[in-house]
């Protein structure tokens, strides 16, 4: 059976490191929302005994699993997507916490107060945490993944192991993300982070990665999403 992916159609968010995954490993899913719309996805919310608290959610038979670094931690050995020891597999799941860290900061500095207020209503504080993000977190979480890579026993092509993990896909999509919502910023930070830019390089060129980004099934990103463009949050 295809795995059931939940997630809003019209954005990349939190979904899309699902989404690679998936589509690197070449496994049969469907996109529910993208192809029943929304209605679905929100009774699922509401259905199962232990009810995800949102989207994204994936379904595997009788199985539903929320919070995407769960999805990876279910998903990764089941697609060759982590190593094969335990001590493999829970570093991989702390690499994927810890960038799950940086993209909720990524998506606070333009919504710092309330995710139910538009970003024209919290415009100065968010000038504020941007420019702390910028300063102080966006550096500090790509220098960390660069001392990881650095420090992997087996090389530094990947952030565990010898091979591709769920990690090193969760880490392209997240220098994407910085890219696009902060691209001065990132720029500066990437100059310092060589492996960490090579690590982006060879995730793109992966065959089902490339085709999947060259696909109308690769949402662009937009303001609607977690990484959003305000010129005037890059200082």
């Given at each position: 059976m295809a795995y059931e992916l939940h997630y809003w159609p019209m954005i990349?968010?939190?979904g899309e490191f699902v989404r690679l995954?998936?589509?690197?490993?070449?496994?049969a899913y469907v996109d529910v929302a993208r192809e029943d719309g929304i209605d679905g996805m929100l009774a699922g919310l509401d259905g199962p005994p232990r009810p995800p608290f949102a989207p994204p959610y994936l379904r595997d038979g009788d199985l539903v699993i929320g919070q995407?670094?769960?999805i990876?931690?279910?998903?990764?050995?089941?697609?060759?997507?982590?190593?094969?020891?335990?001590?493999?597999?829970?570093?991989?799941?702390?690499?994927q916490l810890t960038l799950a860290d940086a993209v909720a900061e990524a998506h606070d500095t333009h919504h710092p107060i309330a995710s139910r207020l538009y970003y024209e209503e919290q415009w100065t504080e968010a000038a504020r945490r941007a420019e702390d993000f910028r300063t102080h977190r966006?550096?500090?979480?790509?220098?960390?993944?660069?001392?990881?890579l650095a420090a992997n026993p087996e090389g530094p092509r990947h952030l565990v192991g010898h091979r591709l993990s769920t990690a090193d896909l969760s880490l392209f999509q997240l220098v994407e993300g910085l890219a696009y919502a902060f691209p001065r910023a990132t720029e500066r930070v990437l100059?310092?982070?060589?492996?960490?830019?090579a690590l982006h390089r060879l995730v793109a060129a992966r065959p089902r990665?490339?085709?999947?980004?060259?696909?109308?099934r690769?949402?662009?990103f937009n303001e609607d999403g977690i990484f959003r463009r305000y010129p005037e949050l890059d200082g």
């Amino acid at each position: 059976m295809a795995y059931e992916l939940h997630y809003w159609p019209m954005i990349q968010g939190r979904g899309e490191f699902v989404r690679l995954a998936l589509e690197e490993a070449g496994a049969a899913y469907v996109d529910v929302a993208r192809e029943d719309g929304i209605d679905g996805m929100l009774a699922g919310l509401d259905g199962p005994p232990r009810p995800p608290f949102a989207p994204p959610y994936l379904r595997d038979g009788d199985l539903v699993i929320g919070q995407t670094a769960a999805i990876l931690l279910y998903l990764g050995p089941r697609l060759g997507l982590v190593g094969e020891s335990e001590a493999d597999r829970i570093w991989t799941h702390q690499i994927q916490l810890t960038l799950a860290d940086a993209v909720a900061e990524a998506h606070d500095t333009h919504h710092p107060i309330a995710s139910r207020l538009y970003y024209e209503e919290q415009w100065t504080e968010a000038a504020r945490r941007a420019e702390d993000f910028r300063t102080h977190r966006l550096p500090k979480f790509l220098l960390w993944l660069e001392r990881v890579l650095a420090a992997n026993p087996e090389g530094p092509r990947h952030l565990v192991g010898h091979r591709l993990s769920t990690a090193d896909l969760s880490l392209f999509q997240l220098v994407e993300g910085l890219a696009y919502a902060f691209p001065r910023a990132t720029e500066r930070v990437l100059a310092d982070t060589p492996k960490v830019v090579a690590l982006h390089r060879l995730v793109a060129a992966r065959p089902r990665i490339a085709a999947y980004l060259a696909s109308d099934r690769r949402v662009p990103f937009n303001e609607d999403g977690i990484f959003r463009r305000y010129p005037e949050l890059d200082g």
